[in-house]
């Protein structure tokens, strides 16, 4: 990323990296500084999918982010917090590596497209629209590709909120993943990827389309230092917050979702029949259920994410 937010690493001599070795940096860093934000969020993630998990059974529970914490740390204990974080990490190392390296691989072709025909001018900035087509592609590549993982972690995270004999009780996500396979197929490990792939382009647009044109407006009156990085982060928060949460909760949805015991049915056919039977049962404004808690996880997850970043691309330049 252009942008600095803290001291630099300290100089060391300058190395020529391989041409594919430089290709993977953008991948690196990004699986990385997905994994360190993950740690950082992963309790405000457990409440989040807690939250969006109440309406479907009709309960008339407390919708309190902080009635929820308590509850789970009183009866589960402090560590269901951290329920699911191998399948978080996981999915950082496939879904974060895959989106954010990507995002970059394609921001850097089409301003390389964009370049005029004099060879030393440098690149123009990309239009808005380019960094949101960037985007786009990169997250929905990247959430094909981190669904089982994805799949793990919400239906460990939900397996408290069912009856002890209808919980699926997976020790980890491997023996999610390979639990999947044997009862449902190795299609069943890509169920609720359409709204998941949904779900990934709409964020990955909002976050980091929006923070890449942030940070180009915002340096010349902030400078390229944390002030621009933190408020470009925020703003690209919210973008990412409120375009993706509808995606998200019908995800959370369909990937937690089991037959009936009685007629074998599940209780969604697809993403276009769970949206209508959500707004007919529950409301539209169902869709926005755990929104301040979302944007409490989403917003420092992209703030952490984007920090991070920052500071392995500039401590990796020696290896790289």
């Not at 239906?155 to 993943?177: F, I, K, S």
């Not at 979702?257 to 959500?278: C, F, H, N, Q, S």
């Not at 944007?295 to 994410?305: E, F, K, L, N």
Request: charged letters at 20%.
């Amino acid at each position: 990323m252009a942008s600095t937010a803290g001291p630099e690493p300290r100089a060391s001599p300058t190395t020529h990296a391989p041409p594919a070795l430089r290709k993977a940096k953008p991948f690196v860093v990004g699986g990385l500084s997905g994994c360190i934000a993950t740690c950082c969020i992963q309790p405000v993630d457990m409440v989040k999918v807690r939250l969006q998990l109440a309406g479907e059974s009709g309960a008339k529970g407390s919708t309190s982010p902080i009635h929820v914490l308590r509850t789970v740390i009183k009866d589960e204990g402090a560590l269901a917090l951290y329920k699911g974080l191998d399948a978080g990490i996981i999915r950082q190392l496939t879904y974060s590596t895959a989106r954010l390296g990507l995002f970059r691989v394609f921001s850097d072709k089409l301003k390389e497209m964009s370049k005029s025909s004099d060879p030393t001018a440098p690149p123009p900035p990309l239009p808005l629209w380019k960094k949101a087509a960037a985007g786009l592609a990169a997250g929905g590549v990247a959430a094909a590709i981190g669904n089982p993982a994805d799949l793990s972690l919400i239906r460990m995270q939900a397996d408290a909120t069912l009856p002890p004999e209808a919980r699926r009780n997976y020790t980890g996500v491997m023996n999610a993943v390979s639990r999947i396979v044997k009862e449902e197929g190795l299609l069943g490990l890509w169920r609720g990827s359409f709204p998941t792939v949904l779900r990934a382009m709409s964020l990955n647009m909002g976050m980091l389309a929006t923070n890449d044109q942030c940070k180009e407006m915002l340096a010349p009156t902030l400078g390229k230092g944390w002030a621009t990085t933190l408020t470009a982060s925020a703003i690209s928060g919210f973008f990412a917050v409120t375009l993706s949460l509808p995606f998200d909760f019908l995800k959370t949805r369909l990937q937690k979702m089991r037959p009936d015991p009685v007629t074998g049915e599940l209780p969604y056919r697809g993403v276009l029949d769970a949206a209508v039977k959500i707004t007919r049962k529950e409301g539209i404004t169902a869709f926005y259920t755990g929104y301040p808690t979302y944007y409490v996880r989403i917003a420092p997850h992209a703030m952490i994410t984007l920090i991070s970043m920052d500071y392995l691309d500039r401590a990796l330049k020696r290896f790289f």
